[in-house]
């Protein structure tokens, strides 16, 4: 009995020996000056460090953040490696290092970037911070993004970061007039809803709020509308993807494509078989 244990416990200590690294993070900064690693294992573990605190600890991600990390990897192992610096005057912010497949990424949070970051850097920034937040820190409680531009904040919401094929998801987007003049735009008809929403991956999309599908029966006519001085419009909608993988949701306001961008934000979401 007791060498099956000690045989067991080598066993284990081995396995962990040897396994693979999918990829090693860190990102350190912020007001408190954190210093945080995480590795993510091809067994389904991730291994968090706290360098400040000097705490260390490892959770289990289950399959389908497994295969989000390995989806991921293969992003990123195509992509070049990138090196964006904090533009002058900026922080507090997060510095991130990524070393995937032999190589490295570094940048700063978004807002304080001197330079525009990739499309696959904000995917995985995006994701593997609700999976920090899900997973190692427990702290999650919803899943969004957010983007200011021209006195216009645009915020989609989710309930989750992860979602199953063939399965209603509600959104929730929030359009905020943050400036101290009214907007003006239009609408195709009365009944459209105020903002675009398109998914890079097949899916079924209606709108709850207001209510709109391809089968609503609405007058034909140009809509006036207008979001006052420090007001904000909601729209809601329910999207079922038909296919797995990481769907971009991105989000234009206004809806009319014959009207000037106002702002635009992309969502990334992982959708699992």
Not at 58 to 71: F, H, I, S, Y
Not at 77 to 103: C, E, Q, T
Not at 160 to 173: A, D
């Amino acid at each position: 009995m007791f060498l099956a244990a000690v045989a067991l416990l080598s066993f284990a200590y081995l396995s962990k020996l040897f396994r693979n690294p999918i990829f090693k993070y860190e990102r350190s900064g912020g007001i408190a000056g954190f210093v945080e690693e995480f590795t993510v294992y091809d067994d389904g573990k991730i291994s968090y460090r706290d360098l400040k605190a000097g705490t260390e600890m490892e959770v289990d991600l289950g399959e389908a953040l497994l295969n989000l990390m390995r989806l991921l990897r293969e992003e990123l192992s195509k992509a070049p490696p990138v090196n964006v610096k904090a533009r002058p005057g900026a922080a507090d912010f997060f510095a991130h290092k990524l070393n995937v497949a032999g190589k490295d990424f570094e940048w700063v949070d978004e807002w304080a970037a001197d330079g525009e970051l990739p499309g696959y850097i904000l995917d995985f920034q995006r994701l593997i911070s609700a999976v920090i937040s899900d997973k190692v820190k427990g702290s999650f409680v919803g899943y969004g993004v957010s983007s200011h531009k021209n006195d216009v904040g645009l915020e989609v919401g989710l309930a989750s970061y992860l979602c199953r094929k063939n399965e209603p998801v509600n959104i929730r987007i929030v359009v905020r007039n943050t400036g101290d003049r009214d907007i003006v735009y239009t609408s195709p008809t009365p009944c459209h809803p105020d903002v675009l929403l398109n998914s890079d991956i097949e899916c079924e999309l209606e709108f709850v709020k207001p209510r709109f599908s391809n089968e609503t029966i609405c007058v034909q006519v140009i809509d006036r509308r207008q979001l006052g001085a420090g007001a904000s419009v909601e729209n809601l909608a329910v999207i079922t993807f038909k296919d797995s993988g990481i769907a971009h949701l991105t989000v234009r306001f206004p809806l009319a494509t014959f009207e000037q961008e106002v702002a635009v934000v992309t969502v990334p979401v992982f959708v699992s078989d």
